[in-house]
């Protein structure tokens, strides 16, 4: 593993290079890859961003969005290979797993190139030539701006690049509510909107430019698939293939439901369950200082920071999911009771 100081001076003009990020890209996935590839196209290299599934609508108006490739299209996937191969650094944002990147994982794991790696969750594996990891950042966007402070690049930060890490700062602090917003997240905000960045223009931009049948899809989650467990102190959620086909979901509309959960009084922890043909996706949300990262890992396949992980339950049956929770609940209850008493 080298300094990531060293890489600067090997990013030399005509570099071939591919950046990457996780699975089901969310806004700092998509910003932090679309700024830095716009970074390192000033510096002269080629760069490519490649995706592991599509990205959602209200993120396609990022400068760069439309060349974005995704593994999951027919033709994009034999020209992402094909890059794979070629490219001297494979830049991994906003995951420091490779199984994040779901069928993609393999391609990216024999790629010849170094890979290096530029985020913010917990325990990464050791799987890159370069870290710039750090779990204190919240967002992966935010760890873009101090690099390209780092290497004195300062005057590259333009237009196009503040909008995309300010949407990624914004949504990974959830509107800069959540506890991972520091003094520091609010100088680097402070520092886009001195040199333009519209910050208006772009939350509505994310939030909103829902479909009417979004809304009509989260008004049912909340009003028929939502429940809170006193005992608990848990919201739990669960969305239907069935609701999802009939409200029409695209990617990204089940995309802060979870947060829900917790505006209920009492509540601590907040729990979606997403049925997918390939299993039940869940989202845990919390406040502080319950952690669900550990109940995530421990119980459900997932993991991810201490206030906002991801979990995943097979076989496909929101049933058995639910049944695992009430036979693991139970064992958190002394840990549910000493928090709500903080
Ligand atoms: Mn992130």
């Known amino acids: 593993m080298s300094s990531i100081s060293a890489l ?10 591919v950046i990457t990020t996780h699975f089901n890209p969310d806004s700092d996935a998509i910003g932090s890859s679309l700024a830095w590839q716009n970074y390192l196209l000033q510096l002269g290299l080629e760069v490519r961003v490649v995706v592991p599934s599509a990205v959602a609508a209200n993120l396609q108006w990022m400068d ?3 060349q ?3 593994f999951e299209d027919t033709v994009h996937k034999i020209a992402i290979e094909s890059l794979l191969q070629d490219a001297e650094f494979v830049f991994c944002l906003d995951f420091s797993g490779l199984q994040r990147l779901h069928g993609l994982s393999h391609r990216v794991t024999i ?9 913010h969750h917990l325990n990464p594996e050791d799987f890159a030539d370069y870290y710039y990891h750090r779990t204190t950042a919240a967002s992966t966007c935010e760890l873009i701006y101090d690099l390209i402070q780092e290497w004195g690049d300062d005057e590259k930060i333009n237009l196009e690049m503040g909008a995309c890490l300010y949407s990624g700062i914004m ?3 959830g509107s800069f509510r959540h506890p991972n917003t520091t003094a520091h997240v609010h100088e680097v905000v402070a520092r886009l909107i001195q040199k333009g960045v519209n910050t208006n223009a772009i939350h509505r931009r994310i939030f909103d430019s829902a479909h009417i049948d979004r809304l009509r899809f989260l008004g049912h989650v909340l009003a028929n698939r939502m429940e809170y467990l006193p005992e608990y102190h848990l919201t739990l959620m669960w969305i239907t293939e069935e609701d999802q086909k009939q409200f029409n979901s695209q990617a990204g509309d089940t995309e802060g439901i979870v947060n829900y959960g917790l505006q209920i009084a009492g509540s601590i922890w907040s729990i979606l369950l997403i049925q997918r043909p390939d299993g039940i996706k869940l989202s845990f949300r919390s406040i502080e200082p319950f952690a669900v990262n550990e109940f995530a890992s421990q119980y459900f396949e997932g993991g991810g920071h201490k206030n906002a992980s991801g979990g995943r339950f097979s076989p496909s049956s929101l ?3 639910k049944e695992k929770l009430q036979e693991v609940l139970p064992l958190y209850l002394s840990e549910i009771n000493r928090v709500k008493n903080l």
Do not use: S, W
Request: glycine letters at 12%; aromatic letters at 0%.
């Open 64 to 66: 760069g969005a439309d």
């Open 8 to 17: 600067r001076a090997q990013l030399r003009p005509g570099t071939k290079v």
């Open 171 to 173: 949504t990974d602090t």
């Open 68 to 70: 974005i490739l995704n």
């Open 111 to 119: 790629a010849p190139g170094k890979k290096v790696v530029i985020d």
């Open 319 to 321: 049933d058995g999911a």
